[in-house]
Each structure stands twice: as structure tokens, then as C-alpha cells.
T-cell receptor
Framework: DADVTQTPRNRITKTGKRIMLECSQTKGHDRMYWYRQDPGLGLRLIYYSFDVKDINKGEISDGYSVSRQAQAKFSLSLESAIPNQTALYFC????????????????FGPGTRLTVL | GDSVTQMEGPVTLSEEAFLTINCTYTATGYPSLFWYVQYPGEGLQLLLKATKADDKGSNKGFEATYRKETTSFHLEKGSVQVSDSAVYFCALGAGSSNTGKLIFGQGTTLQVKP
């Protein structure tokens, strides 16, 4: 079984709808991330969480919200979807060994392709 | 702020050709550097990494050397295969903030023709 899973894998929705993308991991990592990928722009960080009680905005958080329900689960919501949120969304996890001993390697899910009409 | 710049793609090569994908970075401190690969329809997976100056990361015939003097981490492979066709991302661990975050370049698409 995959270590990082995302549901759904594909979603088509309409402008104004609320959408939730879910991410689960079995790696036991504390840190989780949400990115979006757009052609020519690489991956941009939306939100990240270092533990269940910690949520941080990334570089493009407007229009998105997140929930860290448990160590293993991190959900991304689009409260009112708009067409320019059409993109490929990735969840990722990383380990943490302690201050000054960052483990930057991240492990990615397979992605969710979201289309907003 | 910290940033990563990759060469524009797409890159199209014939099988067994030599590959170079350029990557340069701007960062304070001493970031860790990574190459990730994304095969069609899949998520990103780590290809190789280097954590300090002059380190050479290598995996699956790919290599990259951390060059602090030129702030570069170019990806090379001596003989590419059709199966290497993918999108390649250079990334740095946000060295100045120690937050565990990665900053990605825009990605370079490689297509290898038989």
C-alpha cells in the first residue's frame, strides 16, 4: 500500500462549490504539506502543518483552508471554488529529528487533479 | 528570499544522449539541495540530494554536485533512456528558516526518443 494517499484522484466541480481534498499517510511523520502544481510554475506551497495543533500558511493560501484531524490526516478545502484553482494538488509528508536537524526530504502522494468549471 | 531557477524545457533527446539540466539557487545560509522526478501520472519522488558544499548526490545513473561558489546543482546523466522521460524538479531546503520547507524550481520536462 502507498505511504501517502490522496482522495479523490480526479474531481470536476463548478464555480462556487465547496470542495475537500483528503490526504492520509502511514509513514508516521509529523509534518504534512499541501502544494499545487501549475504548468511552468512548479510546485507552490499552500499550507503546512508541523503537528496536529500547528497550521501555517504557505505562499498561496488565499481561497484555501486546511484541517489536521490527526497525525495521519491533513485535508485541504476550497470554500468556494473558482476556475483559477484548476490545478494538480499534492500532499507531502516529512520527518523531523529536532531543531537544527531538519529532514527536508518530502514524500509525495499521487496527486489530485481538480478542474473547476 | 530563497529561490530556485531551472533551465527552460522541454528538453528532447535521443536515447543514449548526454543530459544536463541546469539549476541555480539563491539562499542564505547553507541549504540542502534536491532533485525530484515526476513520472507521468504520478507524484514526485526524490531522485538525489546533497546536504553540503561539494557533495555529489547520485542515483539511477543521475548525478548532481553541490557547487557553492556558483550556487548551482546541475543534474547530469551520461546516457538517457526512454524510461527517463519525466518532469524534473530542483529544490532547496529553506536554509535560512529551518522550517523543513522545500522551495521548488519550475520543473523541466525531459522527453527521450528511441
Amino acid at each position: 500500500d502507498a505511504d501517502v494517499t490522496q482522495t479523490p484522484r480526479n474531481r470536476i466541480t463548478k464555480t462556487g462549490k465547496r470542495i475537500m481534498l483528503e490526504c492520509s499517510q502511514t509513514k508516521g511523520h509529523d509534518r504534512m504539506y499541501w502544494y499545487r502544481q501549475d504548468p511552468g510554475l512548479g510546485l507552490r506551497l499552500i499550507y503546512y502543518s508541523f503537528d496536529v495543533k500547528d497550521i501555517n500558511k504557505g505562499e498561496i493560501s488565499d481561497g484555501y483552508s486546511v484541517s489536521r484531524q490527526a497525525q495521519a490526516k491533513f485535508s485541504l478545502s476550497l470554500e468556494s471554488a473558482i476556475p483559477n484553482q484548476t490545478a494538480l494538488y499534492f500532499c507531502a509528508t516529512s520527518d523531523f529529528e529536532g531543531p537544527g536537524r531538519e529532514r527536508y526530504e518530502q514524500f509525495f502522494g499521487p496527486g489530485t487533479r481538480l478542474t473547476v468549471l | 528570499g530563497d529561490s530556485v531557477t531551472q533551465m527552460e524545457g522541454p528538453v528532447t533527446l535521443s536515447e543514449e544522449a548526454f543530459l544536463t539540466i541546469n539549476c541555480t539557487y539563491t539562499a542564505t545560509g547553507y541549504p540542502s539541495l534536491f532533485w525530484y522526478v515526476q513520472y507521468p501520472g504520478e507524484g514526485l519522488q526524490l531522485l538525489l540530494k546533497a546536504t553540503k558544499a561539494d557533495d555529489k548526490g547520485s542515483n539511477k545513473g543521475f548525478e548532481a554536485t553541490y557547487r557553492k561558489e556558483t550556487t548551482s546543482f546541475h543534474l547530469e546523466k551520461g546516457s538517457v533512456q526512454v524510461s527517463d522521460s519525466a518532469v524534473y524538479f530542483c529544490a532547496l531546503g529553506a536554509g535560512s528558516s529551518n522550517t523543513g520547507k522545500l522551495i521548488f524550481g519550475q520543473g523541466t520536462t525531459l522527453q527521450v526518443k528511441p
